[in-house]
């Protein structure tokens, strides 16, 4: 996961322009700490960042074509990039990088090659034949882009908002499957699945297919050259992806560089759901456990690095990024500099405790839908953030593109929550990967109730949380809140911590714009809290807000968090 960089069209280009260009792609140097790059054409800058996971001892950028006319710097990984250099066999390839594919398409097929990439991915590329650029985010906005315009008339990219929010008037989130073309003149759609209508779907479910395209999510995200593992917090969706992995780590080029042993990884504080049920899961697929722990005051402590590397001032956000941002640090000082995650199985099937209350199948489908349409801006960003803040790269087989199609094509009848047919929540998933003869998990793994990531750390780090803004936000101030910040208002002392602390990294307008708001309970879009009228008297994100769902949900009168109940497991 690399840091990106790109101003277009800038009336200065003078030296000092270059360096104040690199000036500012270091403020990315954590994404990128293995080399830096930078390419310069008249008033067009490129820079780039590396973490050099494919090819570290060639593959630099930016990277070019041929004759160097044409330049790209690219944040991502293709996964398919060697069956794409069979399509480009007449071209010259100057890396084994993966990503050098794109300048090389570009040529063959001209602006509509994106959606043969299959990856993570944000680009820039120039063409200084005629001075033309356009950029590209992946699919669904795993990896982090911003778009923005200076008051010179220039465009500027850039994979973190800290890059390009002194420098633009303007700036915004890049939208996931879009492509900004110079020539085109702005942004235009490139990915366009069935399921992004919302029409409600009627293919049956098929339990073979949906593992079988999860497995091979899972395996083309094993291409690395570099040591890796696995965030397990012994969850469904972490614990799937730990034990595919396993699986096939043998027969994969990764092991014979660096071994068949997989390395799992969980944080939490002491005695919390996770690294209980993770050390177990770990012990039944034989991996090599790296138990991380941190204390309350350790995460506050925290707060506002956190904010100033994610960059959002959304609560759930900041919650679960804290102890995943501490905990990546403790991955790199291990020499790991990749990992697979679980993000994204929650959003496709359905999985948070509150669509227990979905109250027909048309609803839960066009939630999911919403949700997997909104996850740059909440889990993706948190995944890829925290990890990238210490030159981690997280990646996340839940959301390949060829596996959401197919996720998303079922008929949704088959994810509703049917207590009186044994269906909890992600049922089609957990019996996909029930089998019996050569089981993937045990079976009390497989069906295990759903804990966000914020709750299973331990429930006291999210009651820690409020107590601590209880004390540094007065009771007076949050009754001028709506003074004070008249756009997605705070309405909770939590909320109004993290947006002083934000505020005061990204003062301007722009940057609040960039943060969603609305109700929420435990994860929920604003339409999905009608779901249940008390919702709207407990609007936590917590997954414990979902009343009469969670084993330890919150008392339905008293919004006060109550102590878990013992064997909330």
């Known amino acids: 996961m690399c840091g990106i960089l790109a101003v277009l069209g800038c009336v200065d280009n003078s030296q000092a322009k270059r360096a104040r260009i690199i000036e500012l792609s270091r403020r990315l140097r954590h994404r990128g700490p293995d080399w830096s790059g930078i390419h310069c054409h008249d008033d067009c800058y490129l820079a780039h960042q590396r973490l050099a996971i494919v090819d570290p001892t060639s593959g630099d950028q930016p990277l070019y074509n041929e004759d160097k006319t044409v330049v790209v710097t690219v944040n991502g990984e293709i996964y398919n990039h060697k069956q794409l250099r069979q399509k480009l066999s007449s071209h010259q390839f100057r890396t084994g990088s993966d990503c050098e594919v794109i300048a090389h398409l570009y040529e063959e097929y001209g602006e ?22 356009i950029a590209a985010r992946d699919a ?14 220039s465009t500027w990219f850039a994979s973190e908002m800290k890059a390009l929010s002194d420098d633009c008037e303007r700036f915004m989130s890049f939208p996931p499957g879009h492509i900004y073309s110079s020539k085109q003149g702005g942004l235009r759609r490139w990915y366009n699945p069935p399921w992004f209508s919302e029409i409600v779907p009627s293919t049956p479910y098929d339990p073979i297919l949906l593992r079988e395209t999860f497995e091979r999510a899972v395996v083309k995200r094993m291409m690395t050259d570099v040591p890796f593992g696995v965030l397990l917090s012994g969850g469904l969706d972490s614990s799937l992806v730990a034990s595919v992995v396993n699986r096939y780590l043998a027969e994969s080029e990764a092991a014979r560089q660096w071994g068949s042993q997989l390395h799992t990884f969980c944080i939490g504080l002491k005695g919390s759901p996770d690294l209980k049920a993770a050390k177990e899961v770990a012990d039944y697929l034989g991996t090599r456990h790296h138990e991380l722990y941190f204390t309350v005051q350790e995460g506050i402590d925290a707060l506002e690095e956190v904010i ?6 959304d609560v759930t956000t900041i919650r679960a990024s804290t102890p995943m941002f501490l905990m990546s640090r403790k991955i790199k000082s291990l020499g790991v500099k990749m990992v697979l995650s679980g993000e994204g199985s ?6 948070y405790l509150y669509f227990h209350k979905a109250p027909n199948k048309k609803e839960l489908h066009e939630e999911t839908c919403r949700k997997i349409k909104a996850l740059h801006l909440y889990d993706c ?23 959401i199609e197919v996720a998303m094509s079922m008929d949704p009848e088959w994810k ?13 998933l957990r019996n996909a990967f029930d089998d019996e003869k050569n089981p993937y998990l045990p079976k009390h793994i497989l069906y ?21 803004a209880d004390k540094q936000v007065p009771d007076a101030t949050m009754l001028a809140a709506s003074f004070i910040y008249p756009e997605n208002t705070p309405t909770t002392k939590e909320g109004y911590l993290y947006r002083t602390i934000f505020e005061k990294f990204f003062p301007k307008n722009a940057a609040r714009a960039t943060v969603p708001g609305g109700p929420s309970v435990a994860c929920s879009t604003a339409k999905a809290v009608e779901w249940d009228a008390a919702w709207s008297k407990n609007l936590d994100p917590s997954g414990r807000a979902a009343l009469g769902v969670h084993e330890a949900s919150y008392d339905a009168v008293d919004t006060k968090v109550d102590k878990p109940k013992n064997g909330t497991l």
């Open 112 to 133: 509509e090659f994106v959606n043969m990439l299959d990856g993570m991915f944000a680009f820039i590329l120039l063409d200084t034949r005629d001075k033309s650029f």
């Open 346 to 351: 929650d959003e496709i099937f359905g999985g």
């Open 308 to 313: 100033y590397h994610i960059e959002t001032y």
């Open 381 to 403: 960003l948190r995944a890829n953030k925290s990890t990238a803040a210490w030159g981690v790269e997280a990646r996340v087989p839940f959301l390949d593109k060829e596996f």
């Open 416 to 428: 509703m929550i049917r207590r009186d047919l044994g269906r909890i929540e992600k049922w089609v």
């Open 140 to 153: 669904i906005g795993i990896t982090p882009l911003y778009l923005g315009w200076g008051l010179d008339g």
């Open 448 to 468: 295990r109730q759903k804990e966000q990531f914020s709750d299973g750390v331990g429930y006291s780090w999210i009651d820690a949380l409020k107590d601590h």
